[in-house]
């Protein structure tokens, strides 16, 4: 039996969470409520942007106060030059010596609940290889065997988005591709005010955005969404597959006019982790309603910096005439 009691407080810690952090950090609501949904959805994210634009930032500072251990949370750089082994684990060499090849995994990629990746598509084929199936099948094969890793979500950073064929598996996993975007011309004095904040509070050890939400909040409300919110919302008439008929005809309409007048490859999957996306975001920040602020999700779908910015800018102007 599903005690919504435990739902609902999870839902009120979750939502209560991305209030402080909103609070901390400037003109970044947006980026904060996709990194909310995409945890609670455990579906992946990308950042895309310039250096210096917090892209970093949001991620460490959103898993400082879930106050993960060392751990569960992993964070590296990649360059061309990354071994293997820096993101997977060293070769253990007591079982080499016995002739088995496996990887000492602790406090690496394969054990850790988050995942940091900073210049992902830097990556060579053979991390790019294990990258897809831990994202995709959550499992890491250790002498031919599938081990479960417990990643719940993985967030990954890029100051771009190569066209390269060989990263387009890896492309089409990040469902959710949002760009980090100076704020400097809009907010200079309060951008200064607040970084000085942050390093003050960084320097006393300060940590005002900590809540008494858990990666744990997340997990329940997770497994509600999927074991009751979609099965329930999949029995609703076709017409009806958002919640209302103007919502899912809008949901609809704006999939046909990426793929075939902005020619943004939509995929079967990426279907329908957009549509598990939009449900959970809105069973998080209003109450299962989808609402346009929900379809804004789809600003962040396209595969290639280019679909970024045309995206964005064309379905905040057709949902604006929607709402």
Same mark, same amino acid.
């Given at each position: 039996?599903?005690?919504?009691?435990?739902?609902?407080?999870?839902?009120?810690?979750?939502?209560?969470?991305?209030?402080?952090?909103?609070? $901390?950090?400037?003109?970044?609501? @947006?980026?904060?409520?996709?990194? +909310?949904?995409?945890?609670?959805?455990?579906?992946?994210?990308? =950042?895309?942007?310039?250096?210096?634009?917090?892209?970093?930032?949001?991620?460490?500072?959103?898993?400082?106060?879930?106050?993960?251990?060392?751990?569960?949370? $992993?964070?590296?750089?990649? !360059?061309?030059?990354? @071994?293997?082994?820096? +993101?997977?684990?060293?070769?253990?060499?007591?079982?080499? /010596?016995?002739?088995?090849?496996?990887?000492?995994?602790?406090?690496?990629?394969? !054990?850790?609940?988050?995942?940091?990746?900073?210049?992902?598509?830097?990556?060579?084929?053979?991390?790019?290889?294990?990258?897809?199936?831990?994202?995709? @099948?959550?499992?890491?094969?250790?002498?031919?065997?599938?081990?479960?890793?417990?990643?719940?979500?993985?967030?990954?950073?890029?100051?771009?988005?190569?066209?390269?064929?060989?990263?387009?598996?890896?492309?089409?996993? $990040?469902?959710?591709?949002?760009?980090?975007?100076? #704020?400097?011309?809009?907010?200079?004095?309060?951008?200064?005010?607040?970084?000085?904040?942050?390093?003050?509070?960084?320097?006393?050890?300060? /940590?005002?955005?900590?809540?008494?939400?858990?990666?744990?909040?997340? %997990?329940?409300?997770?497994?509600?969404?999927?074991?009751? #919110?979609?099965?329930?919302?999949?029995?609703?008439?076709?017409? @009806?597959?958002?919640?209302?008929?103007?919502? !899912? !005809?809008? =949901?609809?309409?704006?999939?046909?006019?990426?793929?075939?007048?902005?020619?943004?490859?939509?995929?079967?999957?990426?279907? +329908?982790?957009?549509?598990?996306? %939009?449900?959970?975001?809105?069973?998080?920040?209003?109450?299962? /309603?989808?609402?346009?602020?929900?379809?804004?999700?789809?600003?962040?779908?396209?595969?290639?910096?280019?679909?970024? /910015?045309?995206?964005?800018?064309?379905?905040?102007?057709?949902?604006?005439?929607?709402?």
């Amino acid at each position: 039996m599903t005690d919504i009691n435990l739902i609902n407080e999870s839902r009120e810690k979750v939502a209560d969470y991305f209030s402080r952090l909103d609070g $901390f950090f400037l003109k970044r609501t @947006e980026l904060l409520k996709l990194m +909310i949904t995409a945890v609670t959805a455990q579906e992946p994210m990308l =950042f895309v942007g310039r250096p210096g634009t917090a892209k970093s930032l949001l991620v460490s500072v959103f898993c400082q106060g879930l106050g993960l251990h060392e751990d569960d949370y $992993f964070e590296y750089m990649l !360059t061309k030059f990354t @071994e293997p082994s820096e +993101i997977m684990g060293p070769v253990d060499i007591q079982e080499l /010596k016995s002739g088995r090849y496996s990887r000492k995994i602790e406090g690496h990629l394969p !054990t850790a609940k988050i995942a940091f990746l900073d210049e992902i598509f830097k990556a060579n084929s053979a991390i790019l290889n294990v990258l897809l199936t831990i994202i995709n @099948e959550r499992k890491y094969y250790q002498e031919g065997k599938p081990i479960p890793v417990p990643l719940i979500c993985m967030f990954a950073a890029s100051n771009e988005i190569p066209d390269f064929g060989e990263f387009d598996a890896l492309k089409d996993r $990040f469902i959710i591709k949002a760009e980090t975007l100076s #704020v400097k011309d809009s907010c200079f004095s309060e951008l200064i005010r607040s970084g000085i904040t942050h390093e003050q509070r960084a320097f006393n050890r300060e /940590k005002p955005w900590k809540s008494d939400c858990t990666l744990n909040d997340f %997990i329940v409300l997770h497994d509600y969404i999927v074991s009751t #919110v979609l099965p329930n919302a999949i029995k609703r008439e076709d017409h @009806e597959l958002m919640g209302s008929p103007e919502m !899912t !005809t809008a =949901f609809k309409a704006l999939i046909y006019v990426l793929s075939e007048e902005l020619k943004v490859e939509i995929t079967d999957r990426k279907l +329908i982790k957009l549509y598990k996306l %939009i449900l959970t975001q809105a069973f998080i920040f209003n109450g299962g /309603k989808v609402t346009a602020n929900e379809l804004k999700l789809l600003c962040y779908c396209g595969n290639n910096f280019s679909d970024i /910015k045309k995206i964005k800018d064309y379905i905040e102007e057709r949902l604006a005439n929607l709402a």
